[in-house]
């Protein structure tokens, strides 16, 4: 049996019905060629010996039927020219085989393939049909049952439809020609049995030839798939994506690509056959899937290599013959050293508080945590002191923000040098620190540790030859003794510090049942703010956002604000908390949304407004419908609404956070990530398609003037929001200084009180007002 040449071996195989591998080239898509004709080619001449030796047999038959009523020399010459030319084209149907098959194969025409047949259809039935008329009645029948017979040879054309029908055709064509000619000597039931004969092939023929090319189309599509498939590895391995391995039973190494081979530093032929875990670093948790049989994704592990320690990630199905035997295993794994070396420096990025080099507010809470835990199993309880330095607002409004920045990284440097290694030091923001004392068995030496800290952070700084002095007050809790969660500990702290305050500030106090007073007061609170809702007593102001580019008017953030009639002015630090504790954020929330939007909607369509959406809020599935029906109440456009929300927001369920926030999206409406590298998880969520916008907390853009890694930290933020499309908004720009920085870094968006600060409604239509008719006059 013909076989293909060794290249074509090598392509996806394809079967035929009888079972003979073919080959071919799934890529080929030169013109006239394509995956099926190669196969049809390599078919035909497969199938050609079976076609010729029919003809030959078949004109041989003849040869020996009209022996006796031709002359020999007709005969024998007839007989030749079928054979030789029969045998000719079987030797060119193997030849086209090879060289015709592939991408740079020569195309072989339709034509040319039906006008052989039709030839060598012409070539047998010459002699046939010529000597017909003069042969007896019996030599007539016995010559027109081969003709109708030989019908059956188009068996060995199946692969060519076209071939198949040109031959069936000839030869039904010279059936029906003879039996014309001879309707008056053949008896008419000789006639119905050699039609009958060459009906039956004709429908068994194409009967077959359709099932033979359906069968070989399919195999021909899914060559191609193959072949697409092993390319598509070939280029995985290739282009440095990852790598290919496989093991058997058990969990012997017979497959390992050679980027692998190339980071172990060893060659296959050391791989091959030894176990996978051992080749691994004997790594324990792969060893236990790999006993599981079971699929897995994601196995990362580190492996000591010849160029140092390296992450890998692999992930494999295991191998199940026909009979349902495990086999082994094969898989994929990449090098993912620089993906975790990135992902550590963005944690300890976004762990860290820039302008102190301390802990945020974030690694805060996982540290307590992690304190509270020990003390829990220990029975050594923990403490958490929160310091609120007195006296420290009037420095930035006197000296300046850079002036008040340095006194707040002095500060950071006393805290560090009081606790020393007894406990985590931390900056919550603004001017507030918080340290965790790991071991507080001691209360006096907590006390004496509070004493210490005030005695130190009240001694003078001296920033550019300025004196300042500042206090502290601090407020501590023990756990897990005032609390057994990270936030009943906080709040117990918090509670403790409120009453330093009170107590004329510069002092240490303690959580205690005395401070259940608070408690009330607390509750009173919430009363205020039940009736503060249905009296309307908050407001919204605006601060200005400007364009970087323009220094234009581009919208506003609206800040609510609450005047107490006893109370005074409640900061929204204070109630806020309050109302999304007890409930009342919804209806507190829905009022901001509502009078963002009536406001928003009295200004022209290119001014937007922005206001902060709490971490409560963020997850109560009605959010979207209450945006909504406010962007309908004033026929505000979705994209003049920017709800900005802080990493807190991920804290809790974040499956349910990033639908609220895909269907707020959906409306329209931006997202902004407020006071970005603050928080614990920046990195991690900016890759949910949800924000359109980052915005740089404060502390980094005032510190940039004089720490030149606060300008390589913001030309990072920068680059990473615009990798993923977003706009930069740098908040706490104050001077012109600042201003130059952050539009040359690439900001767009510029937020501070350079521009602005915080303005009652009337004010700020006062500045768009402004805006249109600067407009108008340009």
């Keep these: 049996m013909y076989e293909a040449p060794d290249r074509y ?108 047949v039709v030839v060598r259809a012409s070539l047998w039935l010459s002699l046939p049909l010529y000597v017909f008329p003069w042969l007896e009645p019996g030599s007539q029948i016995i010559t027109a049952s081969l003709i109708a017979g030989l019908g059956v040879a188009a068996l060995g054309l199946v692969v060519m439809p076209a071939c198949v029908t040109a031959w069936i055709a000839s ?85 390992i690509s050679s980027r692998m081979t190339a980071l172990l530093g060893r060659p296959a032929s050391a791989l091959l056959g030894h176990s996978l875990p051992s080749l691994l670093g004997g790594h324990a948790e792969l060893g236990r899937i790999l006993l599981e049989k079971a699929p897995f994704n994601n196995l990362e592990m580190e492996l000591g290599t010849p160029r140092g320690p390296r992450w890998i990630s692999i992930a494999g199905d295991p191998i199940i013959d026909t009979a349902g035997r495990f086999e082994g295993f094969r898989g994929v794994g990449s090098d993912i050293t620089e993906i975790r070396q990135t992902q550590e420096r963005l944690t300890h990025l976004a762990n860290m508080d820039v302008l102190s080099g301390l802990p945020n507010r974030g690694r805060v809470r ?138 004329g500030r510069g002092v240490a106090r303690y959580f205690s049942s005395e401070l259940q007073t608070e408690q009330d007061d607390r509750v009173r609170l919430e009363g205020d703010l039940r009736q503060a809702i249905a009296a ?108 900005e929300v802080t990493e807190g927001v991920f804290l809790g369920d974040t499956n349910q956070t990033l639908d609220v926030l895909k269907r707020l999206r959906q409306l329209g409406v931006g997202i902004a990530l407020d006071d970005f590298g603050t928080g614990y998880s920046s990195i991690g969520y900016l890759n949910k398609a949800v924000f359109h916008k980052l915005k740089i907390d404060g502390s980094f853009v005032r510190e940039a003037g004089t720490r030149p890694e606060n300008v390589a930290i913001i030309q990072s933020i920068v680059q990473l929001a615009k990798s993923f499309r977003m706009n930069v908004t740098a908040e706490g720009v104050e001077t012109a200084e600042d201003f130059e920085r952050m539009r040359d870094l690439g900001v767009d968006t510029i937020q501070g009180y350079l521009f602005g600060k915080p303005l009652p409604y009337e004010r700020a239509n006062q500045m768009v007002v402004g805006l249109g008719t600067q407009r108008k006059s340009a």
């Design 366 to 503: 996982q540290l307590l945590g992690e304190s509270l835990r020990q003390a829990t199993v220990s029975n050594v309880p923990c403490a958490i002191m929160f310091l609120d330095l007195d006296g420290f607002k009037p420095v930035n409004d006197t000296f300046g923000h850079p002036k008040g920045d340095a006194v707040l990284q002095s500060v950071a440097k006393r805290l560090c040098e009081q606790v020393g290694s007894d406990g985590h030091v931390g900056r919550m923001g603004g001017d507030e620190f918080a340290i965790v004392v790991v071991d507080a068995q001691s209360r006096k030496k907590v006390e004496m540790l509070a004493e210490a800290i005030i005695k130190s952070i009240a001694e003078p700084y001296m920033i550019d030859g300025t004196e300042i002095r500042i206090g502290v007050s601090v407020g501590c809790a023990f756990g897990p003794i005032d609390g057994a969660t990270v936030d009943d500990l906080i709040l117990k702290a918090d509670l403790a510090l409120y009453q330093a305050k009170d107590a």
């Design 536 to 643: 309307k007593q908050f407001h919204l102001v605006f601060q200005p956002l400007v364009s970087a580019k323009t220094q234009k008017l581009t919208g506003f953030e609206a800040l609510i604000r609450w005047n107490h009639p006893q109370r005074g002015f409640v900061p929204p630090p204070v109630f806020i908390p309050v109302a999304e504790e007890t409930g009342l954020m919804v209806a507190i929330g829905e009022w901001v949304i509502d009078e963002a939007c009536r406001a928003a909607a009295t200004w022209p369509e290119p001014i937007t407004v922005a206001i902060n959406i709490s971490p409560k809020q963020i997850i109560m599935p009605a959010l979207p419908n209450i945006v909504s029906q406010a962007l309908s109440r004033y026929k505000l456009a979705g994209n003049r609404l920017e709800l």
């Design 9 to 116: 071996k090598r392509m996806v195989s394809a079967r035929l019905p009888g079972g003979e591998s073919l080959a071919l080239t799934a890529g080929a898509q030169s013109e006239g060629s394509s995956p099926l004709r190669d196969v049809q080619l390599i078919s035909r001449a497969q199938l050609a010996p079976f076609f010729a030796a029919a003809n030959t047999v078949a004109a041989l038959l003849i040869v020996a039927e009209l022996w006796l009523h031709v002359p020999a020399q007709w005969l024998l010459g007839w007989a030749g020219l079928v054979g030789l030319v029969n045998f000719g084209a079987m030797h060119v149907a193997r030849t086209q085989a090879i060289t015709h098959v592939g991408r740079s194969g020569r195309p072989v025409p339709e034509w040319f393939l039906v006008g052989e």
């Design 171 to 255: 030869f039904t064509a010279a059936v029906c020609f003879a039996l014309f000619l001879a309707r008056k000597q053949v008896p008419f039931l000789h006639t119905l049995d050699i039609l009958f004969t060459l009906g039956v092939a004709t429908v068994g023929v194409f009967t077959v030839a359709r099932w033979a090319f359906g069968q070989l189309k399919t195999n021909a599509d899914m060559g191609s798939a193959s072949e697409s498939a092993s390319l598509l590895l070939q280029e995985y391995e290739q282009r440095g994506v990852g790598w290919l391995w496989q093991v058997d039973g058990e969990n012997r190494v017979t497959y």
